[in-house]
Every structure is written in C-alpha cells, then in structure tokens.
C-alpha cells in the first residue's frame, strides 16, 4: 500500500555519474551519498541558507552538497570514529603551507629513523588485534614507524590530516581483501605476491590528498563556514535546525552495510579499542525482543515473521531506533523547516521493506507533512549484493534498483 506518493524523477539519476565527478572523496567510504543529489535539492526547494543538520553524517557528503548550495552553517553526528575523522579533515580550514611544511618533515624524521637497522623493530607494536593475521611482520613495523611521527604531531587539526592517509595505507598494506567492504583475508596465493611499501603508499596517498583537499575543498571553505561534526548520537536542541539532510542506514550494519567492520583496522590503529563492536552499536545493532507492530510497517513485517521470526526481530529492531531518531530529529526541525532523507528500500526473505513511505509517515506523526518522494535509478551507490555474507564492493543489490528522496516540512 502507498500511501505516500512517489514520483518517478529522472534528474536525480546523474546517470553515469559517480562521487568523484564533482567531489573526489579523500578517503574510501561505504555507501555515500552523491553530492549532487543534496546539491540539486537544495536548489530544487531554494534552500541556501541557515543550520543544516545530517544525523548520520559518515564521509559528509551533505556537508559538500550544503556549502556548494551557499549555506555555512552544519551540525553533524556518527559513531563511526572513521567517519568523523573524514568529515573533520574535508570540511576544517588548515594552511596548506604548514601541511607541506609538515609533509618535509615527517619525510625527514621517518628518513633518519630507518636508517638505523636497530631502529626498525624497536617501537611497541600498537594495540591490534590478531596483529600477525592481518599484516606481514615487516609491515606491522612500518605502518607502527608512521604512526608513531604522525603521532608526534602536536596541532591535532595537522595530526588528523596526516592521520587520514595512514587510515588508508592501514587498509592497502594489510591481507583485507581490498575490493570488499567486510574484513576478509586474501588468498594465500595472493599473500605470497603481496609486498607493497608502505612509506611509498602513504606519501603516495598523503599527496594525492593535498592535491584534492587544495583544489576541491578548500576553495569553498570561508571565514563563515562552520562545520561542527560530533562523535556521538544526534543529541537534541528543539527547533534549531532549518533543513536536515541525510542518507541514514539502510537497516542493521550487520546485515547491509557493514559501516563497523569496513573501518576496523582503520579504527584500531587510530586508537578505538572498541572498534570491533562499533556495527552493534550503531542503528538496529541492538536487537529486539519485539516484532514491530504498528503503521504501515506491520504487515511487511509480519509477513517476514512467517518465515524467520529472527530476521523479523532483527529488522524491527532497526526500525524501533529509526523511529526513535525520526522523533528527536522532527522535534529539532525550526517552523518551516525541511527534512530531506536518501534512502534505499532494502529486501529480507524477499519482502521489499517501504522505508521511504516509514520515513513519511514517522515524520507526519511528529508534526511534519509530507511534501515529496522522488525516485532515482540508482547508478553508483556501491551496495552489498542479495543475501551475499561478503558485501561486494561496486554489485548493487538486484531488488533494489532505486534509491528515494523523502522530503517533509514542519
Ligand atoms: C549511508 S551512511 C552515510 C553516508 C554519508 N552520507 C556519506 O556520504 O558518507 C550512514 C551512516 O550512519 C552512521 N550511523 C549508523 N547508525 C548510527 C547512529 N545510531 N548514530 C549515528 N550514526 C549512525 C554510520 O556509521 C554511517 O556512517
């Protein structure tokens, strides 16, 4: 049953079009949203102006899309520490003279450190599990060489720059099987090929960054630009925010994008010693001990009960904090305030679950109306296959060819 229109629009398809055309990320991220969707919204409802919230913020896409759009005002959140660190180094204003001037010298530190063969395995080795698993011994060494003078670092604006393309070397330098979201070893025949440099891959990715972050991020950072990203779950301040912009999860992290386990290397040699408990703790992690009964989600739900009442739970669960969130969030949204979400209609035991008409009708109890649903084809959004346990980078779930745009205003 819809009881929420939806219209079929073309121009959000920007077939062909990826992240990179207009935004190249510095940093790989799960599931993003393209920029030129917020972009071409914004500019669709003439909103160019006052506090833009994105509960879920991840790498900040709605951030990019908001500043192109003229506003200077944001308000972020994620439990994801990757993630906030993303969004923090794209969208905070550093001197690209002392970034270079740094960039010398770390060269010159790291330089001298290794020259003295003693040097090269006396460092302790950084809290991570399974260490021998994951990377070879010599490369457990150098990534633990690199952190060690990225750490030095005292301006911890600078640190968090040079932190990203370690995050990054993290990843391309460990067994990860690198075209996969979820952490999966590569193939022992694989393993016996595998000997990258790592002060090469991440002076590689350390430039290649400088150069997007110049010439892409940078340019639309002014004096009034205001970014404020937390490391924490949205908290309220009622009617503050003129437009919230979002792609939330599109259910539990475990079972579509796992957000967690895609960062956990990353997140461990940062220092986040809970890493491996991160997808549990982001929404639907926590499961529930109820089917979720009312509204149009009902029967959706209780027809995959019939089948799995475990998935049934699991898929509540998700919907339960949705719904939470959807409250809090609604109640932050100023008079006249939109609220602007980007969301993917996910399947479980075949059953095609309307989260945009959820999202419309959450937003309609709480005070909003719902104004819009466009749908897009969905081109490029890197999404999990059907039923797959890997999470294939780049294979788009096959029942779910279209992406929503669910817009409300108070
Ligand atoms: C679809 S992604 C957002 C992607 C983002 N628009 C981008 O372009 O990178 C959803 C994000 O929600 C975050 N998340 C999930 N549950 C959360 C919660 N309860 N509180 C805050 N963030 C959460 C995940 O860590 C993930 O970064």
């Given at each position: 049953m819809m009881n929420y229109p939806i219209v079929r629009n073309e121009k959000y398809d920007f077939l062909g079009q990826s992240y990179a055309t207009n935004y190249p990320n510095l940093h790989k991220y799960p599931a993003t949203m393209l920029p030129q969707i917020g972009i071409e919204i914004l500019k669709e409802f003439n909103i160019s102006e006052g506090r833009l919230l994105d509960p879920y913020c991840g790498s900040g896409s709605s951030f990019a899309s908001a500043l192109e759009c003229g506003i200077s005002e944001m308000v972020g959140f994620d439990l994801n520490p990757l993630a906030i660190l993303i969004s923090k180094v794209k969208f905070t204003k550093i001197s690209i003279d002392l970034v270079l001037e740094t960039k010398i010298k770390l060269r010159n530190e790291i330089f001298e450190f290794i020259?003295?063969?003693?040097?090269?395995?006396i460092l302790p080795l950084p809290n991570v599990t399974n260490p021998t698993f994951w990377f070879s011994e010599d490369i457990l060494h150098n990534l633990n060489i690199l952190k060690y003078f990225i750490y030095k670092i005292e301006n911890l604006t600078i640190r968090n720059f040079f932190t990203l393309p370690f995050s990054e070397t993290v990843r391309e330098c460990s067994f990860t099987r690198n075209n996969e979201f979820k952490l999966f070893k590569m193939k022992a025949e694989d393993i016996l090929k595998f000997n990258p440099n790592v002060f090469g891959v991440y002076f590689k990715k350390l430039n290649d960054m400088i150069d997007i972050y110049k010439y892409v991020y940078l340019p639309k950072l002014t004096n009034d630009t205001n970014v404020n990203i937390n490391y924490s779950k949205f908290e309220v301040s009622e009617n503050s925010f003129d437009v919230v912009l979002t792609s939330p999860p599109y259910g539990d992290s475990r079972t579509t994008v796992a957000y967690g386990q895609f960062s956990t290397l990353s997140n461990e040699w940062t220092g986040i010693d809970y890493a491996r408990k991160i997808d549990g703790l982001l929404m639907g992690g926590i499961k529930s001990k109820n089917i979720y009964k009312s509204g149009l989600m009902h029967d959706y739900i209780a027809e995959i009960e019939k089948e799995d009442k475990k998935r049934a739970l699991e898929v509540s669960s998700f919907y339960v904090d949705l719904e939470n969130s959807i409250q809090k969030i609604a109640s932050t949204i100023k008079k006249g305030g939109k609220s602007i979400y980007v969301v993917g209609n996910r399947t479980v035991k075949g059953i095609q679950l309307p989260t945009d008409q959820f999202i419309a009708e959450k937003f309609e109890e709480n005070g909003l109306k719902h104004i819009v649903t466009y749908q897009r084809a969905l081109s490029s959004k890197s999404m999990p296959s059907k039923n797959s346990p890997t999470n294939k980078t780049g294979k788009t779930l096959n029942t779910m060819l279209f992406e929503y745009i669910v817009v409300c205003e108070k």
């Open positions: 020259k003295k063969e003693e040097n090269l395995h």
